[in-house]
């Protein structure tokens, strides 16, 4: 094993073991048990306190069915599944996210809705973004309501600034609209918790062609009027509310919708509907030219992993309770606030709110007491409230809120104002009690449009069904629970049950904004989080707060540029990409104000030195980083990484590493000493986090010590990047979990793994195939790419090959990246030898059958390959019309028979069908029958 690291991993950036996986006197220790690792998660979750919380501002206690908890968030099936860019075997996962499109279009009125934005605050924006696109970059201003929550202002700030767009803080009450603007953002309700009558406001905005953006809460538009009312242009929001616990912050599914004619400026994942060969109905990602992997520096967004896991769970939140339930909910919370309102008034103290426009926050004048001495009365009492300022206090109304704990409060607030004891019976029973549940919403903010009137939204209410409903989906998909997932770059590996079991203690379920004495128990896990990731990068510094990798790379970007800033050196813009990059590095070069300037490849797919050195040199005077790969997109240990980032600092540049492949380095290397002065690190890859069917993951970056004040939330940060101080906070137990428990010699075992399995595929598959890219001892990192090109002279293609694996029972490689007709394979550490001998059994038959096509047995328009995948209904249809036989179609190989497979339940799919004839929501009669096309 030794020998094949030395003959992977060049000399100059290799660690001994002694020196490895440790930083500044921490060191990653012995494995741990499982048992062990339980015991200890207890132990520091015990230290966090959950009170019960009303600070609200975004965040709110909500009850997660228990069908849903235990079938879809604790379900491996759910959650090892990958981003589902092979439609024909993810049909279940791109139902329920297509469900969650159609609820959120439903709710807002709006045309169609994207699958899942990071949260509300990327999501505000991309709403930023996109007007100022729509303008096509010449209106350099948006507006933003100043009654907007403070969080979601500065990431917008953050966004703006590096592209150059003013942010101008509004009053909408007297602002006068001009022709400067690109677009306004408003929030309602508001921060306060006022609910807001738009439509003025909007045609006034029209009139000057500036676009609108509501930041609307999802629940509240069962009973208040919607953007489409208002004739918004795009509608944002969280769907937090909808079943997601608050988890400090995330992971929560940002939802973003649209008018139709706008669809192609949209950023993140669209589903919709198209056909598969047999002219079925069949369910595929829309619209993937606008998209990073595609469009790369031209694209509407850098979005790569989204929350799709999350927004599975609201989907079927909205699915369990359909229109009456989450309407009963939200009527309840409306009802909650008019009592609490009219209660207080009872008891003496003034209330700042009117419970006509309130939906579920109150606002209550305690200048008589003082905020403080009110705020420490309810910790007192196990409970958190939003301090407004030192005369002001708001409690906002939730799901989970009882009638016993709305008595509580109000006796607390008796007991502050020198009042008897308080019984909220009595008062229910009053004049004035029966008037505050009677209170209608005026007319002028109430809904009176229907919504959710499919039939998905009013059938499935019961456990049974729902839980029916849910492994009906599953079935559909293909997970890690069923077999290997051997993409390239995405490092589909193990995610040990003992590290997911911890997401869902009660412990972890805490609002962001939760005094820090309250929250020791998150702070210890993070901070040990922190010095893990230093010890493995070599870095001197963490920043947890990027919720993806694609916003990882943002934000060390913008890190970078916040740096050159202070230094006094703004001129330096200039950022070299190698051709081979991902495209979520041009995109995000181009959000973090960069221009991007392309560097070669070479013949043997490294890094073009003589090209790097001539355009170094060239922008010397404005360099200001180079983004690589480590090992290289090719699946190759570069030997000249120290010689490239020495250059890159002789001409003033810093270097980012893109660290999706860091995991052919843990132990043995690392992006400090290749020489990178910030890189990123995709816990949803390298340490266990699972993919979740497209999100949630985690972005750290970690950098070196003059870097480090210009990380997020630090003294001269360059700005924040998510809503809440941690973006995904609420999963990052599952890195440290994992990590600890695999100590530094499992760390290192699994690194060596992962280039022992790569090398052992591309040994039994190079006799076969045509091996694209290796170093310069012939070996490959942790993953290699199969040249199929020379195929395509009978007409076969690399998505043949990707799609004929489907009826062997596997997912495909990556597709047609970093090189167009290629698949690239990476096995993971996690892979059996007989596992990846079937994967290998699979590509050598299939090499088989392309033979016969060669040799003219198979017409070249009529073979198992241009067919595949066959679907369970053809297979055993009444006819069969091909030159092979079903068997060979169905079951081309021995092992199908002994351990069945994971069948793709529709044919290959009609990408440019399901283009032309926009599908985007389930119609009223589901499944989809006759929908009206977006054109």
């Not at 221009?595 to 797919?605: F, M, Y």
């Not at 355009?615 to 010397?620: L, V």
């Not at 020379?790 to 998505?799: C, L, M, P, Q």
């Amino acid at each position: 094993m030794e020998q094949l690291i030395k003959e992977t991993i060049p000399e100059a950036i290799m660690m001994s073991e002694t020196d490895s996986l440790k930083k500044d006197g921490y060191e990653l220790g012995a494995q741990r048990s499982e048992h062990q690792m339980m015991e200890e998660l207890k132990n520091i979750a015990s230290k966090n306190k959950v009170f019960k919380s009303y600070i609200g501002q975004g965040f709110h206690p909500c009850i997660l069915p228990s069908v849903i908890q235990r079938n879809l968030l604790e379900n491996p099936a759910w959650y090892t599944s990958y981003t589902p860019y092979q439609a024909e075997i993810a049909q279940g996962r791109l139902e329920g996210l297509l469900h969650f499109q159609t609820m959120i279009t439903e709710l807002t009125g709006l045309d169609l809705a994207n699958a899942s934005l990071l949260d509300e605050g990327s999501a505000a924006a991309e709403a930023m973004y996109m007007m100022y696109n729509l303008h096509n970059g010449k209106r350099k201003k948006v507006l933003v309501s100043k009654t907007t929550f403070p969080n979601i202002i500065e990431v917008i700030r953050t966004r703006a600034e590096a592209l150059g767009i003013e942010v101008e803080i509004v009053d909408l009450d007297t602002y006068e609209f001009n022709d400067k603007a690109c677009g306004i953002i408003v929030q309602n309700p508001d921060y306060n918790g006022r609910v807001h009558e738009l439509k003025a406001m909007v045609a006034k905005a029209h009139a000057k062609k500036v676009k609108v953006s509501i930041f609307q809460d999802p629940l509240a538009l069962t009973l208040y009027k919607t953007p489409k009312d208002f004739g918004a242009d795009i509608c944002f929001g969280s769907t937090q509310r909808f079943g997601l616990p608050m988890a400090y912050g995330g992971p929560h599914s940002a939802y973003f919708a649209t008018s139709k004619e706008q669809v192609r400026k949209m950023p993140g994942r669209i589903i919709g509907v198209s056909v598969d060969r047999h002219g079925n109905p069949a369910l595929r990602m829309a619209l993937q030219v606008r998209e990073q992997h595609i469009k790369r520096d031209r694209a509407t967004s850098n979005i790569c992993t989204a929350q799709a896991l999350m927004a599975q769970i609201s989907g079927m939140y909205g699915i369990y309770h359909g229109k009456k339930g989450l309407t009963d909910i939200a009527t309840r919370i409306k009802k909650m606030t008019n009592v609490a309102e009219e209660a207080l008034k009872k008891l003496g103290l003034k209330t700042l709110s009117n419970s006509s426009e309130f939906f579920d926050t109150v606002i209550v004048d305690v200048s008589s007491i003082g905020s403080k001495a009110v705020s420490d009365k309810f910790v007192e009492k196990g409970i958190n409230i939003h301090t407004v300022d030192d005369k002001t206090v708001s409690l906002t109304f939730h799901e989970v809120c009882s009638l016993e704990d709305l008595e509580e409060v109000l006796n607390i607030f008796s007991e502050l104002n020198s009042k008897g004891s308080f019984s909220l019976e009595q008062f229910l029973e009053s004049a004035e009690g029966k008037k505050a549940i009677d209170e209608a919403i005026p007319n002028n903010l109430a809904r009176e449009s229907e919504f959710m009137k499919q039939d998905i939204f009013n059938s499935i209410h019961s456990e049974t069904q729902m839980l029916r409903f849910m492994y009906k989906l599953q079935q559909k998909d293909l997970g890690l629970t069923s077999g290997m997932i051997p993409l390239g770059s995405c490092t589909m590996k193990c995610n040990p049950t003992t590290t997911m079991v911890p997401i869902t203690f009660p412990e972890w379920n805490l609002h962001p904004y939760a005094p820090k004495d309250q929250t020791l128990g998150f702070q210890e896990m993070s901070e040990d989080l922190k010095n893990q990731l230093k010890a493995i990068t070599g870095f001197d510094a963490i920043s947890l707060q990027p919720n993806s990798g694609a916003l990882g790379e943002l934000t060390g970007l913008l890190v970078i540029r916040a740096y050159l800033i202070d230094k006094g050196e703004k001129k330096r813009n200039i950022c070299l990409i190698p051709a081979s990059a991902h495209g979520t590095n041009p995109a995000s070069c181009v959000l973090s104000g960069m221009k991007q300037i392309l560097v070669k490849c070479d013949a043997s797919g490294n890094v073009d030195f003589n090209d790097l050195k001539e355009k170094a040199e060239n922008h010397k005077d404005n360099l200001a980083a180079l983004m690589i790969t480590y090992p290289s997109t090719h699946g190759v240990f570069e030997e000249g990484i120290q010689e490239m980032c020495n250059l890159i600092h002789k001409n003033g540049g810093l270097v980012y590493m893109d660290g999706a492949n860091m995991n052919a380095q843990c132990g043995y290397t690392n992006p400090a000493v290749c020489g990178a002065d910030v890189c990123h690190l995709n816990l949803h890859k390298t340490f266990a986090m699972p993919h979740g069917g497209g999100g949630p993951g985690s972005g750290p970056i970690g950098v070196t010590k003059a870097l480090e004040p210009y990380l997020p939330g630090n003294e001269k940060s360059c700005g924040s990047m998510t809503a809440s101080e941690i973006g995904n906070a609420g999963i990052l137990v599952i890195s440290q979990t994992y990590i600890k428990g695999i100590g530094k010699d499992g760390l290192r075992k699994a690194t060596a793994m992962a280039i022992l399995n790569a090398n052992y595929l591309k040994s039994r598959l190079e006799g076969h195939y045509k091996v694209l890219y290796v170093g310069s001892q012939g070996r490959c990192a942790h993953e290699f790419m199969l040249d199929m090109r020379e195929f395509k002279s009978i007409g076969i293609t690399e998505e043949d090959i990707a799609k004929r694996l489907m009826d062997y029972g596997f997912h495909a490689p990556t597709q047609g990246f970093p090189v167009h007709g290629t698949l690239m394979s990476e096995p993971t550490e996690s892979e059996d030898k007989g596992e990846l001998d079937r994967y290998c059994d699979a590509l050598i038959a299939i090499r088989e059958e392309i033979k016969q096509i060669e040799e003219g047995k198979y017409p070249k328009d009529d073979n198992p390959l241009v067919n595949a995948p066959h679907c369970l209904s053809e297979v055993t249809g009444d006819k069969w019309e091909h030159p092979y036989s079903r068997e060979v179609a169905a079951c081309p190989i021995d092992y199908i028979t002994i351990r069945g497979k994971s069948w793709p339940t529709v044919g290959r799919i009609d990408q440019v069908y399901g283009d032309k004839n926009l599908v985007l929501t389930t119609e009223k009669k589901y499944p989809h029958l006759q929908v009206e096309v977006i054109q």
